[in-house]
């Protein structure tokens, strides 16, 4: 990786994903992307709409782009609400930055998540190969994704890589959208109000993961050795699976006054209910080494850390 892109540069994993590259590889050399434009984005700093292919073609061409990182997309609660436009956005730009690498023989991140599993796929120790029925636009778009990703690099000789992520916390960026955002919410409402009104029922048991894991995955698998790689697309990761309630009592190990309590949200409990509760990430572990660093407990105390200095 030598002059690097990360559209959707703006957004939760984007953001930091972006700083990282950056202290590793040099700011001038990692360029940041996203639609809209950001008054407060450090240079190089770029508006881009990936839907706009000659736009997006011209930037990769002019500097010299060989590593893109794609993260520009609508996430799981807002596709619900926009599906069309949650299609446009993840398809077409993912389309346009396949077309792009094949092209400009340029190495691709693309991140899947756990929204590309349904209700069909077993729910816990979820294999890397299994059956995958999403019943929401944005797991649609995900497993799409993924066989897109797997086809370009088959037909073409595109080396696309890619996670299927857990829910993301981070204590830098709020999220954007998601079904997993309590677990990020739930910090912020601890340190300033001691109180959360959680969207998920209390029993609800997802797989996570802390920023900081999320991003040395991606960068540990862009830097891997392809030849050791079996898989390439969509390899599951994960660090911990907790409940909004397993949650909430290991802050309360540090605040003990913090409480919680529950208003279900019925598209987001629907879009949860249809998640994993627990991926097997054996394949990344044997293939690239992948390790966790951050668990429930360990996250917790780090979090709270940083969100009380925000």
Request: hydrophobic share 40%; with cysteine; glycine share 4%.
């Amino acid at each position: 990786m030598k002059k690097i892109l990360v559209t959707g540069a703006t957004g939760q994993l984007g953001s930091e994903l972006t700083i990282t590259l950056r202290n590793r590889y040099g700011a001038e050399n990692v360029f940041a992307a996203d639609k809209k434009q950001a008054l407060n984005e450090p240079e190089p700093y770029c508006c881009l709409d990936v839907r706009d292919m000659p736009a997006l073609n011209q930037f990769v061409e002019s500097n010299n782009i060989d590593t893109i990182f794609h993260l520009a997309a609508l996430l799981s609660a807002v596709a619900e609400q926009q599906p069309q436009q949650a299609w446009d956005v993840n398809m077409n730009g993912l389309i346009n930055v396949l077309e792009i690498s094949r092209m400009r023989q340029c190495a691709l991140f693309f991140p899947s998540s756990i929204a590309a599993f349904g209700t069909e796929t077993p729910a816990m120790d979820t294999p890397q190969d299994t059956i995958q029925r999403p019943a929401t636009m944005y797991g649609i778009t995900k497993v799409s994704g993924e066989l897109l990703c797997d086809y370009y690099h088959h037909r073409f000789g595109v080396d696309a890589r890619g996670l299927r992520y857990p829910g993301l916390i981070s204590s830098k960026t709020k999220p954007g959208g998601g079904t997993t955002d309590y677990a990020v919410d739930i910090f912020y409402a601890a340190i300033k109000s001691r109180h959360y009104e959680c969207f998920l029922r209390a029993d609800t048991q997802l797989d996570m993961m802390y920023m900081p894991d999320a991003i040395d995955a991606a960068i540990t698998l862009m830097t891997a050795d392809s030849t050791q790689l079996k898989h390439r697309n969509a390899f599951n990761v994960t660090a911990m699976s907790f409940t909004p309630q397993q949650l909430a009592a290991e802050i309360q190990k540090h605040i003990p006054k913090f409480a919680i309590t529950y208003c279900v949200d019925p598209l987001r409990q629907a879009i949860a209910d249809s998640w994993p509760k627990h991926m097997n990430d054996s394949a990344a572990k044997a293939e690239w080494g992948w390790r966790a660093q951050f668990d429930l407990p360990a996250m917790v105390k780090d979090m709270l850390e940083k969100v009380a200095l925000n």
